[in-house]
């Protein structure tokens, strides 16, 4: 039966969960086609006249300006709606907030949030000539990061994932960059994908579905092709799941001693912020395996294409 996303616009992105492997793909060549200028040459205004808000109720370094940088590169009018100096501080809701937005002309907008639930609940509300992006909520999902991720890989290893071995290494459990990475990965028919993590940072198990889980991280790394390190996110985690962070680090921190069981051609990747020296040493971040950078680059290519997407552009 046909997946009705191959053909129905998408209306929001909130989740790499049940888009079809058409839908990632084309996103992921528009994506690919928009690189040179998402890197800054040459002008376009397909989205002239068209307002993008950021509405981030969380901090963020990569994601808001790339975003903010895809909106401009492609003519877009730009509101940083800066939350901490708004009425949000006098208990204005986010769905009151979004509307006011909306009543100045905006139409695009890129939300972030602490509570899973936030961004689809603000979606729901959103009017039916508007949009929205998931640009982080909770440890729910992170859909252009999942994109970003997957044009990374396709760009050094093809586009064909079948053969390939992806590690998902360490705080998975309260990851939303590793939810929509699963996601994506087992769409587009990634051969096996190792999740590899203390017990602790373990999602549940339906989550890991279709996944090897490694108990040791020379396990996960063993011959790999792709290599996705996490941050470890002390800010959702409870008191007491990691014993301490050099411990932690001598369990599951990637240094290129460890990164000689990979394959001598794998990737490395990391979405940022990292902890150096906790979960990735200087020696890999910085090394030759390293596409943590390209990654960034990409990001502004695949944001570039989700705001097209739903403007339908
Ligand atoms: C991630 C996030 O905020 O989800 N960062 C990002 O967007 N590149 C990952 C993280 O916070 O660890």
């Known amino acids: 039966m046909a997946d009705p996303t191959d053909t129905a616009p998408l209306r929001h992105l909130l989740t790499l969960e049940h888009l079809s492997r058409a839908t990632l793909e084309t996103l992921l060549s528009r994506a690919a086609a928009l690189r040179p200028q998402a890197l800054g040459h ?76 936030a961004v689809t609940e603000l979606a729901a509300h959103a009017a039916a000539t508007s949009a929205v992006v998931n640009a982080g909520d909770g440890r729910n999902a992170h859909p252009t990061q999942g994109l970003l991720d997957m044009l990374t890989i396709r760009q050094h290893k093809g586009e064909d ?24 990965l087992r769409t587009l028919g990634a051969g096996e994908i190792r999740v590899a993590a203390p017990a602790a940072l373990l999602p549940d198990a339906a989550e890991l579905q279709g996944t090897r889980v490694c108990e040791r991280l020379e396990e996960a790394l063993e011959d790999a092709d792709v290599v996705m390190m996490l941050r470890l996110q002390r800010e959702r985690m409870e008191e007491g ?73």
């Open 42 to 117: 040459g002008a376009r205004d397909a989205l002239r006249g068209r307002t993008v808000v950021n509405l981030f109720f969380e901090p963020s370094t990569r994601t808001r300006s790339s975003f903010q940088l895809a909106a401009l590169r492609l003519g877009a009018d730009v509101l940083n709606f800066e939350v901490a100096l708004s009425s949000t501080r006098k208990g204005e809701s986010a769905v009151d907030t979004l509307r006011n937005l909306e009543a100045m002309g905006a139409s695009l907008f890129v939300v972030r949030h602490s509570d899973s639930l």
């Open 161 to 184: 994932f079948s053969g390939l071995r992806v590690a998902i290494v360490g705080d998975v459990r309260h990851s939303r960059v590793a939810r929509s990475d699963l996601h994506a």
């Open 241 to 313: 799941l990691v014993p301490s962070l050099a411990q932690y680090r001598q369990a599951w921190g990637l240094s290129a001693a460890r990164l000689a069981g990979a394959r001598p051609d794998a990737i490395v990747m990391h979405p940022g912020p990292m902890n150096r020296g906790v979960e990735i040493e200087d020696e890999v971040a910085d090394g030759p395996r390293s596409v943590i950078l390209e990654q960034v680059a990409n990001g502004v290519a695949v944001r570039m294409a989700v705001l097209l997407e739903l403007a339908r552009v």
